[in-house]
């Protein structure tokens, strides 16, 4: 399954029901429409386009996925078999940031490492909603049986993987492990940042993970009650078939790539399906990306979010990422026309 949030969604976005269905538009545009397409490395796309597009359904996908692998050349590959398309609904385009967290732990708990990371009890698997995080951690419900993956050294970074949904733990001989979402107690997830706006500790646009990390650091009492403001918790499980160099699984139950895979709302863009950003801001990205992940706040047409990578640079880049631009999503060709009406065929 994709992640269980994206940063920003995090941090100030409170989870809704879906919205209702809106009417998309789609205009199919030429290759040279695209700002940037003829710089971009294509070749790295279509490494990055390989790793999943076995696993798309469809006999035109299954062709087009053997003619990938028969190709050298990327940008021919691309521009032969595919066109641009714009899919509308009527909301601004936004692109938001993820990353894998990494952090320090040990498969054993001492005077550092005391923080459990939980694989998930049955009894949550069974009552929805189960307990809330400040009786899982509270009560002793958790002792004694075995449920510990490992032991990190800092409830703050543990609280963000949970955020995450999945992330690395640095041993102490320089070994990984990788935990993947396993599930969770049922509650809603309530946001801190929103939670410290109320307060009137931070206006809006002053929240961030790092500002959330820092308060919480500087005021440990408090920021222990903090972090249980919000009732979900999440367990993992061991991601052991997946070697530590590579990235994380996303949707399609395959390694995702930094800075080439981004998550997409699959109702709308079919995962594995090329996708061609335009994002603007203070660092504009125009790069061609491939759909292979989701994410609970990733909803719309023009809604994605970009993989940065592993580690505190990355978790940095992708916490701060919230711009405006454009996305296109590359359909092959007679799937890209039999989208249009008739009248324009």
């Keep these: 399954m994709g992640r269980f949030f994206s940063i920003f969604a995090a941090l100030w976005l409170t989870m809704s029901a879906a919205a209702a269905e809106t009417e998309l538009t789609y205009k199919i545009l030429s290759f040279d ?45 691309f521009e032969l078999m595919f066109r641009p398309v714009l ?41 929805r909603p189960w307990l809330t995080r400040r009786d899982i951690l509270t009560s002793g419900v958790m002792d004694g049986r075995g449920l510990e993956i490992a032991w990190v050294d800092d409830p703050v970074e543990l609280f963000f993987l949970q955020v995450q949904g999945s992330g690395r733990i640095r041993l102490p001989d320089g070994s990984m492990i990788r935990v993947g979402y396993g599930g969770k ?37 408090a920021g222990e009650e903090l972090l249980y403001h ?18 994380p699984l996303g949707a399609m139950n395959r390694s995702i790539t930094d800075l080439r895979s981004i998550a997409v709302d699959p109702g709308i863009v079919r995962l594995g399906s090329p996708v061609w950003i335009e994002k603007d801001g203070a660092e504009p990205m125009n790069r061609l990306m491939i759909a292979q992940d989701t994410g609970s ?46 009248s324009v065929q």
């Excluded at 469809?58 to 990938?68: P, Q, R, T």
């Design 87 to 127: 899919i509308e609904d009527g909301k601004p385009a936004l692109f938001t940031g993820y990353f894998e967290p990494e952090l320090d732990g040990s498969r054993y708990p001492s005077s550092r490492y005391k923080y459990p990371v939980y694989r998930l009890p049955r009894e949550a698997r069974a009552n």
């Design 185 to 221: 107690n049922g509650h809603e997830y309530k946001s801190l940042g929103r939670e410290l706006v109320r307060r009137g500790i931070y206006q809006p646009h002053q929240v961030s993970a790092q500002v959330i990390k820092n308060w919480v650091r500087r005021n440990p009492l």
């Design 297 to 342: 706040a990733i909803k719309g047409a023009q809604r994605a979010d970009i993989f940065f990578g592993t580690g505190d640079a990355a978790g940095q880049a992708a916490g701060k990422l919230r711009d405006p631009g454009r996305l296109l999503v590359l359909m092959p060709i007679q799937r890209a026309y039999a989208l249009l009406p008739e």
């Design 33 to 77: 429409q695209l700002d940037g397409w003829e710089t971009d490395d294509h070749d790295a796309a279509l490494s990055v386009f390989r790793n999943t597009c076995m696993d798309i359904d469809g006999v035109d996908w299954k062709s087009l996925c053997a003619m990938a692998n028969d190709m050298s050349d990327g940008k021919a590959f």
């Design 230 to 247: 919000n009732p979900s918790y999440v367990f993992f499980r061991e991601v052991t078939h997946v070697p530590a160099e590579k990235g």
